[in-house]
């Protein structure tokens, strides 16, 4: 996991940083339209800037976006690293980065809600990184341990924890209007539940 940078930084834009303003008002224009409403112009309006005067700054959508993708993955490694770096068992850092991931998610709530493509690998040209990772490790190592039930492939179950909780968290927040606290609370505790080794 590398050093994550701080503050708007977007990778696309060498040696320069967007205005926050910016990436304020794309999120608000996301939160409004979802991915595909997401154009400079409602951008520009939103920040009260001219779209050609920051189009001329060499700011496009995709710029904009990838920015937000890039802090998204910024705020994940950093979450992570004490977890990664902790000799607790395989289950007890596997609950605490899904904790954690509903914490990240919270934080770019509108950005996983507009598209269900964020945590995949994208664009070659921005900063590259596996979600699935450190969960992979945390469910092999519980395996090992025997805090984890080892009747299914670590690789599996962590697939299908990290996204039944991602997913099912980002839903009961942004569509069903319910607390981050409930909605964490509720998700954990059914995932881990079945990931329990059997008596």
């Known amino acids: 996991m590398g050093v994550a940078c701080s503050g708007h930084y977007c990778a696309d834009m060498t040696d320069s940083r967007l205005d926050p303003r910016l990436l304020d008002a794309t999120i608000s224009v996301l939160a409004e339209t979802g991915w595909e409403g997401v154009t ?15 189009w001329r700054q060499g700011v496009t959508r995709e710029v904009l976006l990838a920015a937000l993708l890039d802090e998204l993955s910024d705020d994940f490694r950093l979450a992570l690293w004490p977890v990664l770096n902790s000799n607790q068992s395989g289950r007890i850092r596997l609950e605490e980065s899904l904790a954690l991931l509903c914490q990240v998610i919270e ?62 968290y980002t839903h009961l927040r942004g569509r069903h209007g319910w607390s981050a606290e409930r909605a964490q609370s509720k998700v954990l505790r059914l995932v881990m539940h079945g990931l329990l080794p059997t008596a």
Not at 40 to 54: F, H, K, N, P, W
Not at 138 to 145: R, S
């Open 40 to 54: 400079l112009e409602r951008v520009a309006e939103r920040a009260g800037r001219s779209r050609s005067t920051i």
């Open 107 to 168: 934080r770019h709530l509108p950005l996983v809600l507009a598209s269900d493509e964020v945590f995949h690998q994208g664009d070659p040209g921005r900063r590259q990184i596996d979600y699935l990772d450190p969960y992979r490790r945390f469910a092999h190592d519980g395996q090992v341990d025997g805090s984890l039930a080892a009747d299914e492939p670590a690789d599996e179950v962590a697939e299908v924890a990290f996204n039944c909780v991602a997913w099912t």
